[in-house]
């Protein structure tokens, strides 16, 4: 069983940036590909952007051009880096594992934007 920790979040005002962290315990974790997901109360959880593990990277329109993700293999993490955030944003943010068809989650990190 992989186990997924989120870490980073937190309150930012408007405008601002935030960096969320997620580390894994598998000694695999480069063979995995992994994705950011976020949930708003009261909506579904939608996907932000993804880290393949031979590093492609895509992105949902929303997060083009104000979210960077990135992954360190080595220290089994990859990152979101939000700049701009806007109170839309607010949501916890879920990294995603995926392997064959092994999937795991995380416990979410709350992200709130607010002036």
């Known amino acids: 069983q992989v186990q997924l920790v989120e870490s980073g979040g937190g309150m930012v005002q408007p405008g601002g940036s935030l960096k969320v962290a997620c580390t894994s315990s598998s000694a695999s974790f480069s063979v995995y590909n992994m994705k950011w997901y976020r949930q708003a109360p009261g909506k579904p959880r939608e996907l932000v952007g993804s880290i393949d593990s031979d590093g492609s990277i895509n992105y949902s329109d929303f997060a083009k051009g104000r979210f960077t993700v990135s992954r360190d293999n080595a220290k089994r993490t990859i990152y979101l880096q939000m700049n701009s955030l806007q109170p839309e944003d607010t949501a916890v943010y879920y990294c995603?594992?995926?392997?064959?068809?092994?999937?795991?989650w995380g416990q979410g990190t709350q992200v709130t934007v607010s002036a």
């Open positions: 995603n594992s995926v392997f064959r068809a092994f999937s795991y």
